[in-house]
């Protein structure tokens, strides 16, 4: 990579909060399947938009209205439009064309988690409401306001290379290394429970970003950041903050299993 001592720099700063990532309490406090389907009700937003920050990439990168001309690098658009197009039409359980998101909405539903949160949010949105003035005033739980508004505000900066720090650096070179222990963890507590589904998304996603989008978000950020240490130091900057909003997402699906244990261990006395 020409930027490679650059993209050390970034992930030196980074990695502190990805330290407490890796290392967060939530991981060991899903023992049950009411725990892993708090989980998927919470994290079922994440996934939702980051399909959003690869639109918005992409709408910056490349042409998607009419009438088109090509515009930027012919590289860039390729790696971008790659990436969507994986995660927008990849191939689910059943070998059909599907999205990531749809394969987690199948998921969850299979697994018993309720999906109505999810959907009626979505239901929201395709009204065409401010996205800001529906995070306020919907009734979704704290924490995934503080997600969702981090992202947006990302997203509306409309600042390319800090989109795709967001992508790169909080989502893509993140994801490898946090989900693995998580899935092990599922196996060996849920062994009698249908979460193929579960696993075959994450597997999936695992396996696309280590062989190709990861390099490939590394990529675009180099090409859009160059020489010029400003936006290097922006890059870094969105990252660190869109680390914080996935901490603060799981605090909040760590407060709710909490909740739901002690609510357990009442009933029992």
């Not at 306001?145 to 989502?171: C, D, G, M, W, Y």
């Not at 899935?183 to 009698?192: L, S």
């Not at 950020?221 to 997402?249: F, H, I, M, P, Y």
């Amino acid at each position: 990579m020409v930027y490679k001592n650059r993209i050390n720099e970034v992930n030196q700063e980074l990695q502190p909060k990805l330290n407490q990532l890796l290392e967060h309490s939530l991981y060991q406090k899903i023992t049950t399947t009411k725990h892993l389907q708090i989980f998927m009700q919470h994290h079922v937003f994440a996934v939702w938009d980051f399909m959003s920050l690869l639109t918005a990439l992409q709408e910056k990168l490349t042409k998607t209205t009419n009438p088109w001309v090509p515009v930027g690098n012919p590289e860039i658009r390729y790696l971008i439009n790659e990436i969507v197009l994986d995660k927008e039409t990849d191939v689910n359980f059943f070998g059909n064309h599907q999205s990531h998101f749809e394969m987690y909405l199948e998921a969850m539903e299979k697994s018993g988690a309720d999906t109505e949160r999810i959907k009626n949010f979505l239901l929201q949105v395709t009204h065409g409401t401010d996205i800001f003035l529906l995070i306020a005033a919907t009734k979704l739980p704290h924490n995934i306001k503080i997600f969702l508004k981090n992202t947006f505000e990302v997203i509306t900066e409309e600042s390319p290379h800090k989109i795709a720090s967001a992508i790169t650096f909080a989502r893509q070179g993140v994801i490898p290394d946090l989900f693995p222990s998580l899935i092990k963890k599922v196996q060996h507590n849920f062994p009698n429970d249908d979460l193929s589904l579960f696993k075959y998304y994450f597997d999936r996603h695992l396996n696309l970003d280590r062989k190709r989008h990861g390099s490939m978000a590394l990529k675009i950020v180099e090409e859009l950041c160059g020489d010029d240490n400003k936006k290097w130091t922006e890059v870094t900057q969105t990252a660190k903050e869109a680390l914080d909003a996935r901490l603060e997402l799981y605090k909040g699906i760590e407060k709710e299993i909490s909740k739901n244990t002690d609510a357990k261990k009442l009933q029992t006395i």
